[in-house]
């Protein structure tokens, strides 16, 4: 019985050890300034601007600034709008964290806003490496559907599409 906890231990330690690694090499390239948590600059979201909280001290969750709400893709595959209070329940972060460029601005795409909301209610086959919150938010900003498993891969893209690098500032709800 203690083996599977054990490997599961080993496990999600690795995948820290490696979520670290790729956070070290993308600030080395420039692409993230301030991750969420290191930066308490409040900034207020915008329709269309990329938010994320916590999960666990692990992994991240993002999703879609509207009209006060986050559209996000749940674990069931529902596209739904919640409220900022909504969006942390059930989750380790207290705070969210909002995309932003040099001068501290949150990153939007007017797509992303109409796309997001778009698509609420309906359902999309979630599978946490190959349809993940993550793709659901780099399909609204961009228009594409590709696959994107990690935050660091968001934060890639998200980068080289706003040509900018990423400062996650606290939202200022």
């Avoid at 600030?27 to 269309?48: D, F, H, M």
């Avoid at 529902?78 to 501290?104: M, N, T, W």
């Avoid at 946490?128 to 659901?136: G, I, S, T, W």
Wanted: net charge positive; hydrophobic share 35%; aromatic share 10%.
């Amino acid at each position: 019985m203690p083996a599977p906890l054990v490997w599961l231990g080993l496990g999600l330690a690795s995948l820290y050890a490696s979520d670290s690694l790729t956070k070290a090499y993308q600030r080395t390239k420039g692409r993230v300034v301030y991750y969420p948590g290191e930066s308490e600059l409040p900034v207020k979201p915008v329709n269309g601007a990329v938010v994320t909280c916590g999960i666990f001290g692990v992994f991240d969750h993002t999703g879609i600034w509207c009209d006060d709400h986050i559209v996000e893709l749940k674990g069931n595959g529902l596209i739904r709008g919640v409220s900022p209070e909504r969006f942390l329940h059930g989750r380790s972060g207290e705070k969210i964290y909002v995309a932003c460029d040099q001068a501290d601005q949150p990153l939007i795409a007017p797509e992303a806003f109409q796309r997001a909301s778009e698509q609420l209610f309906q359902y999309s086959r979630y599978h946490v490496l190959d349809n993940n919150c993550h793709r659901f938010v780099w399909q609204c900003l961009s228009g594409q559907r590709e696959r994107l498993t990690r935050f660091t891969e968001l934060n890639t893209r998200m980068c080289q599409h706003f040509s900018t690098p990423i400062h996650w500032h606290v939202a200022k709800l």
